[in-house]
């Protein structure tokens, strides 16, 4: 079975650091500086999770797990379906699982995504799953313990690196049976947020009028207030009655802010194939595009964003993230 144990830090949701949830490790908390990306492994983030777990230079697996552990792609070295168990210590010795991913990507090399137009959607991960196959335990219900091999036992539990292979014939025998049955049994809440298609195309549960411009109104209220998926229901109502370029944008706005970058991108085509020359599509689109990775396409549409700029500052401002990805490009050739 293709399994393996991470120790990352304490946290409430792995959301990013917060004024309510702050990082531990063993006990202590850990300053944002020192962070690392593991902070952000419960996120959503264009339909998936990405996983962070601290380690010096590539994951290098030993010889006789190499045939469980297949790469699938040499080029990327990567290994799928792996179970990854996410643990945290709450003290020195004793270690809590806080979830899992199920059916992941395991990355050899350590995976880096920047982002030129928002450093905070920057990614740095060494696995990758879908979103909904990604679980976070809330902290009530992290009861399964996992002890250091220094207290336990040599092949028992975390030895000095925060990867544990578990390839003991005691974790093979005995603990990873109870850990899958752990989890295969777990039917309590999940805390991680993960963006569904009924969530995506859900209408508001009370709309009081039917008049297009009402529904659009609600919509930008709840918008206003950083409620994305209650605004998303009322733009989704104003675009049954008439699908125009306004709420399409709304709706776009809507999924960006929800880190659903590649719906948001068809939603902002269709826009732009109505109006090309509207700057806030091509922005958006710069954005979507930059968060997915497509930079051909975000330089393409910051590009189209200077035509369109009256001001000498904001213009230059463009030109500098445009040189920042192509010297970023160039550097990775």
């Not at 090399?109 to 809330?138: H, I, M, V, W």
């Not at 996992?146 to 390839?167: H, N, P, Q, T």
């Not at 049955?181 to 009924?198: D, M």
Request: contains cysteine; charged residues 25%.
């Amino acid at each position: 079975m293709k399994i393996l144990f991470c120790n990352i830090v304490w946290m409430k949701k792995y959301q990013g650091i917060t004024d309510n949830d702050k990082p531990k490790y063993c006990g202590a908390y850990v300053s944002e500086q020192a962070a690392g990306a593991d902070i952000f492994n419960f996120s959503e983030y264009n339909g998936k999770c990405h996983g962070y777990v601290m380690n010096e230079g590539d994951i290098i697996l030993p010889d006789h797990l190499a045939g469980t552990f297949e790469t699938e792609s040499d080029q990327d070295c990567t290994t799928g379906g792996v179970l990854v168990v996410w643990c945290a210590f709450k003290d020195k010795n004793t270690a809590r699982i806080v979830g899992w991913y199920k059916d992941a990507i395991l990355f050899r090399k350590e995976q880096y995504q920047p982002s030129f137009t928002n450093p905070e959607y920057e990614l740095d991960y060494f696995f990758a799953a879908r979103s909904g196959d990604c679980f976070l335990l809330p902290e009530s219900q992290r009861t399964f313990m996992i002890e250091r091999a220094a207290k336990a036992g040599k092949g028992k539990g975390f030895g000095s690196s925060d990867i544990w292979l578990a390839d003991s014939p005691y974790a093979q025998n005995e603990l990873i049976p109870e850990v899958v049955k752990y989890i295969e049994s777990y039917n309590g809440a999940r805390v991680n947020f993960v963006l569904t298609e009924e969530m995506i195309n859900a209408l508001p549960q009370e709309a009081e009028s039917e008049i297009r411009e009402d529904l659009i109104q609600n919509g930008l209220r709840f918008f206003e207030k950083e409620e994305y998926l209650e605004a998303l229901s009322w733009f989704n109502a104003a675009l049954r009655i008439s699908d125009t370029s306004d709420v399409r944008y709304y709706t776009a706005y809507c999924l960006y802010h929800l880190a659903a970058f590649d719906k948001a991108r068809i939603l902002l085509e269709k826009c732009l194939a109505v109006d090309a020359k509207s700057r806030s599509v091509l922005e958006l689109l710069a954005f979507c595009s930059d968060m997915t990775g497509d930079w051909d396409r975000t330089v393409e549409y910051l590009g189209k964003m200077i035509d369109l700029t009256q001001e000498e500052d904001a213009k230059e401002e463009v030109r500098s993230t445009i040189a920042e990805i192509h010297a970023y490009l160039e550097a990775e050739e």
